[in-house]
């Protein structure tokens, strides 16, 4: 079985080697973009990321592919209907670390009241005062909106709960132990309406994209905060845009945002660019925005997690041709 790998790091290759002997394994450092797909063509098994765009002109290029197995919770860059026309199943890793995106958030949340990058910058500076810029905030004193509470916006709420703030949840399925803890689902109208933080926990889906939109950025508090380790078509860079600019919003914490591939994969370098990612590059110098590279999962414990899936993700699937809890449905 000859089993392709992409976006790996020799830490991966060593494990995957050790755990998956007996088949043809072929690793890449490089994501799709970058290889020839005339070396994988004749691929069984493919394991990828997120930045390995998998539409339909890709895979039909694959003439033996059964299973992809994605190293990530998401989907969206998989056509999902043309494997289903062609049998080919697909695997993802469904919680391989929902306390780590959970805490990324906190993180960003806390640097943003507490004003962190503007104090650093200062200090940076040699300006060691202070006064009224600096004055912060309590999570006592702050709503939270958090949207959709699967497993990583119920740990995100959880923590909430625990540094005292008013916690508002919109999910179209309510989950009973966050209610008993005492967080009050609502409407998305009224979390956005009252909501000194809103934080994103939602899959990317049609139903999802531009989720928060220019329509939905005026229903919030001026000065609001928005945070986003979600997916980031669920935003509108453009409407986000002005509403820091213009000073609607307080401030952001995008872990994901539009077009982030280009910047993440230096695709610049060959020419590729977006719009939309110079707007991101603007909104990264801003003292009350926080920009990563899609590493709210990035911990030992999550990494740890996907290669031990992913492994018996493949085995199941050689063994008994099914895929159990990975199975995209």
Not at 141 to 147: A, F, M
Not at 290 to 311: D, G, S
């Amino acid at each position: 079985m000859k089993i392709v790998f992409t976006g790996v790091g020799k830490e991966d290759v060593d494990y995957y080697a050790n755990h998956l002997k007996g088949n043809q394994l072929v690793f890449y450092d490089r994501h799709l973009d970058l290889i020839n797909l005339n070396e994988v063509e004749d691929a069984d098994i493919l394991c990828v990321f997120v930045f390995d765009k998998l539409n339909r002109d890709r895979l039909e290029a694959f003439k033996r592919l059964r299973l992809i197995v994605t190293r990530s919770v998401g989907y969206d860059h998989i056509d999902i209907n043309y494997c289903k026309s062609k049998g080919i199943k697909v695997a993802h890793m469904p919680a391989y670390s929902p306390r780590s995106v959970a805490e990324h958030a906190i993180a960003m949340m806390f640097a943003l009241i507490r004003r962190l990058k503007k104090v650093e910058k200062r200090i940076r500076n040699m300006d060691f005062s202070q006064d009224n810029e600096l004055e912060a905030q309590t999570f006592a004193d702050l709503t939270v909106g958090v949207i959709g509470t699967g497993k990583i916006g119920s740990w995100t709420a959880k923590i909430l709960h625990f540094l005292g703030s008013r916690v508002l949840a919109y999910d179209v399925v309510e989950n009973i132990e966050l209610k008993a803890l005492g967080v009050n689902y609502t409407d998305l109208e009224k979390l956005l309406k009252e909501s000194d933080i809103i934080s994103l926990h939602v899959p990317y889906t049609p139903q999802t994209h531009h989720m928060i939109n220019a329509e939905r950025i005026k229903l919030m508090k001026e000065g609001a905060i928005l945070i986003n380790t979600s997916r980031g078509k669920v935003v509108d860079t453009d409407a986000l845009y002005e509403a820091l600019m213009q000073g609607k919003l307080g401030g952001a914490g995008l872990d994901v945002f539009e077009d982030e591939e280009l910047l993440i994969l230096k695709s610049y370098e060959r020419g590729l660019s977006s719009d939309k990612n110079l707007k991101i590059i603007k909104l990264s110098t801003l003292d009350n925005v926080i920009i990563t590279p899609h590493i709210a999962y990035y911990t030992k414990e999550a990494v740890n997690n996907i290669r031990k899936c992913t492994v018996e993700c493949i085995e199941m699937f050689l063994k008994q041709g099914s895929l159990g809890r990975f199975e995209v449905v």
